[in-house]
T-cell receptor
Framework: AQSVTQLDSHVSVSEGTPVLLRCNYSSSYSPSLFWYVQHPNKGLQLLLKYTSAATLVKGINGFEAEFKKSETSFHLTKPSAHMSDAAEYFCVVSDSWGKFQFGAGTQVVVTP | DTAVSQTPKYLVTQMGNDKSIKCEQNLGHDTMYWYKQDSKKFLKIMFSYNNKELIINETVPNRFSPKSPDKAHLNLHINSLELGDSAVYFC????????????FGPGTRLTVT
């Protein structure tokens, strides 16, 4: 069985400051992990993915995530938040069949 | 060109009715999925088809029936709609089945009154 826990349901940052979204996972084998973003009333867009290659993964729009097996974490970061980053972010773990298990989501608010 | 498209975007209907949501992908992918997103934004997989064959079937009421006429299309038919079916339904596709990235459609907001 696998699961994912997003440790913050809501994160508020000022424009230009770093963003950290925390995700812990549980998996009985080497997982595939993803971060998706959902802007209001939109579909989900893939930010980045980890599939057992480099542990530091770079994604779109300046986001990156680091896979830490010892901590079972896959935290998402961005050095400088932009107003357009305001959205809901989902951490996802996948099994070998492509069954995605979504975290509960983290809502990011960016203030000017 | 839209990669994964869904119709309709909004669907408002009364309890007891039967409705369908259609999904099409033009990415040449083999695998397609249906997800349900509830009012708290929680996303849960419902079904997955690989090349027209059902491979994931979660604990979903049998009022929900997916149909895949070809690998580019996956439709969702819902019988005897209930208030609890109100949600946003997302279609997605991936190149093949497995732990590959999935591409999502824009969603269909279903409201049952």
């Amino acid at each position: 069985a696998q699961s994912v826990t997003q440790l913050d349901s809501h994160v508020s940052v000022s424009e230009g400051t770093p963003v950290l979204l925390r995700c812990n996972y549980s998996s009985s084998y080497s997982p595939s992990l993803f971060w998706y973003v959902q802007h209001p009333n939109k579909g989900l867009q893939l930010l980045l993915k980890y599939t057992s290659a480099a542990t530091l993964v770079k994604g779109i729009n300046g986001f990156e995530a680091e896979f830490k097996k010892s901590e079972t974490s896959f935290h998402l970061t961005k050095p400088s938040a932009h107003m357009s980053d305001a959205a809901e972010y989902f951490c996802v773990v996948s099994d070998s069949w492509g069954k995605f298990q979504f975290g509960a989501g983290t809502q990011v608010v960016v203030t000017p | 060109d839209t990669a994964v498209s869904q119709t309709p975007k909004y669907l408002v209907t009364q309890m007891g009715n039967d409705k369908s949501i259609k999904c099409e992908q033009n990415l040449g992918h083999d695998t397609m999925y249906w997800y349900k997103q509830d009012s708290k934004k929680f996303l849960k997989i419902m079904f997955s088809y690989n090349n027209k064959e059902l491979i994931i079937n979660e604990t979903v009421p049998n009022r929900f029936s997916p149909k895949s006429p070809d690998k580019a299309h996956l439709n969702l038919h819902i019988n005897s709609l209930e208030l609890g079916d109100s949600a946003v339904y997302f279609c997605a596709s991936s190149q093949v089945s497995g732990s590959y990235e999935q591409y999502f459609g824009p969603g269909t907001r279903l409201t049952v009154t």
